[in-house]
């Protein structure tokens, strides 16, 4: 078992930054590959993006990319989700997830989830 706890959200103002954390205790965490997701109001979970388990290689969602960047540090078995220029459009109830192995773009192949933090960009 992985137990995943995120922090670090918050409400902000529209070009503001938050940096989301995803603390993970358990099993190895330098063993899983670690992503986010976003699920807006009345939408459906949204990829964010990856971070692999083994050469951290990344990978985003076009919605995202140039604006926001994870990270992992495995001493610390910590995942970063680093929000710049935020939009509006950006406010979620954001998670983590890890799986065994590379990372995907797809939800239904992690197997373990956080309980989620809420980000609120204002305009």
């Known amino acids: 078992q992985v137990q995943l706890v995120e922090s670090g959200g918050g409400l902000v103002q529209a070009g503001g930054s938050l940096r989301l954390s995803c603390a993970a205790s358990g099993r190895t965490f330098s063993n899983y590959a670690m992503g986010w997701f976003r699920q807006a109001p009345g939408k459906e979970q949204e990829f964010v993006a990856t971070?692999?388990?083994?050469?951290?290689?990344?990978y985003y969602a076009d919605s995202v990319k140039g604006r926001f960047t994870i990270s992992r540090d495995n001493a610390k078995n910590t995942v970063y989700l680093q929000m710049n220029s935020l939009k509006p459009e950006d406010t979620a109830v954001y998670y983590c997830a890890a799986k065994m192995a590379g990372g995907t773009i797809y939800y239904n192949r992690y197997d373990y989830w956080g309980q989620g933090t809420q980000v609120t960009v204002s305009s």
């Open positions: 971070i692999g388990w083994k050469d951290g290689t990344t």
